[in-house]
């Protein structure tokens, strides 16, 4: 039954768009239906999108104020205090608001000014003030508030399918008896199409308890402490925290999680933080050394050997799917940490979705 449902809830993602847009008279090649399509993938659970709620959430509020009759627009203290208030909302951040938004519909579909949906609105007290883009909602000669309807019911359907599935794994971590039942769940996240989010709360748990073998010596004038080192995710996934996922203390290492071997996303983490040395968790199967050499052999494709070198130096500690898996078989071995990795995952997942917001 649990598998059924699954399955159901992934088959009702793929129409659920499509279906919304007739139902409101949208046009499937407006920009706005691209927009939606585009941005609502990550509501199928074995989606690799990242699920980014920001810019979505600023584009419901825009729309439901048009709805509402705020036809002039609302002040972005308001607007923001709604974007607070939906789901997994009350730590997203005002950048979608003020710019965020507009760069990517203008990046993605290369619109005028007048078809961005974050328009500036004046409603005559000086205070900063935001309305939607009615030429964005009447494009080919649509209703704009049938357009601004079919806005907010999709993504009200995405926010509905979005909680049905991290639910559902949630309830399969929480209800796992045995300790082959958690290490089955915490595989999932090493597979392909495994959720970004999962792959970086399995991979924080897992070396959270590796790093906590370790005991260091700390000296400070003459006084020495032994302490154990200490794993600490500094964020949410997608958070805007200059490309640091994890911290480990008292070493001071950083981490970032990802999933691809991209050079370019490598040395942007590194410029994020002056040039920083990093450590990188790596959704791959293939070894470290095989990780360092293609990087390198990318970007000297491209980039002087001298500046090549000067990234690649900054490379601190790679941990690929073989290291994961490695301490994983270790974990597997006793009760005690196979049921501290189930607390952790547990309590990062209820972090991670606001569930103890």
């Not at 964005?136 to 806005?151: D, Q, R, Y």
């Not at 399969?172 to 300790?179: L, P, Q, R």
């Not at 500046?307 to 073989?322: A, G, H, K, R």
């Amino acid at each position: 039954m649990k598998l059924f449902l699954l399955n159901w809830v992934v088959v009702m993602t793929k129409y659920f768009v499509n279906e919304t847009a007739t139902k409101y008279h949208v046009n499937p090649n407006s920009v706005i239906h691209k927009y939606i399509e585009r941005k609502t993938k990550a509501s199928d659970r074995d989606s690799k999108a990242r699920r980014s709620l920001g810019n979505l959430y600023a584009l419901y509020v825009l729309c439901k104020d048009y709805l509402d009759g705020n036809y002039n627009g609302s002040s972005f203290t308001d607007l923001m205090r709604n974007i607070k208030s939906m789901p997994f909302g009350s730590k997203l951040q005002n950048h979608p608001l003020d710019n965020r938004l507009n760069d990517e519909v203008r990046r993605q579909y290369g619109v005028s000014d007048n078809m961005l949906p974050v328009q500036p609105a004046d409603l005559g007290d000086g205070k900063k003030a935001r309305k939607i883009s009615v030429d964005l909602l009447s494009e080919n000669g649509m209703n704009p508030k049938e357009t601004a309807a079919f806005v907010v019911a999709s993504i009200d359907k995405y926010i509905e399918i979005i909680n049905d599935n991290q639910t559902a794994y949630l309830n399969e971590i929480e209800a796992a008896s045995t300790e082959d039942e958690i290490v089955k769940l915490i595989m999932k996240a090493f597979e392909y199409n495994s959720d970004a989010r999962l792959f970086e709360i399995i991979s924080f748990a897992l070396l959270h308890l590796h790093f906590k073998q370790t005991k260091v010596t700390i000296t400070i004038n003459g006084v020495s402490k032994e302490e154990p080192l200490m794993l600490f995710r500094t964020g949410r996934t997608n958070a805007n925290d200059g490309g640091i996922d994890f911290v480990l203390k008292p070493l001071g290492k950083f981490f970032q999680v990802t999933e691809t071997l991209d050079f370019k996303k490598y040395f942007l983490d590194f410029e994020k933080i002056n040039r920083f040395s990093l450590s990188f968790v790596i959704k791959t199967d293939m070894s470290v050394d095989e990780v360092r050499s293609q990087v390198e052999v990318d970007a000297k494709k491209i980039m002087p050997n001298a500046m090549v070198s000067i990234y690649i130096n900054l490379f601190d500690d790679i941990f690929t799917l073989n290291e994961l898996n490695s301490i994983l078989d270790w974990v597997k071995s006793s009760s005690k940490l196979t049921a501290e990795l189930k607390e952790i995952v547990i309590n990062c997942f209820k972090l991670e979705y606001g569930l103890l917001d």
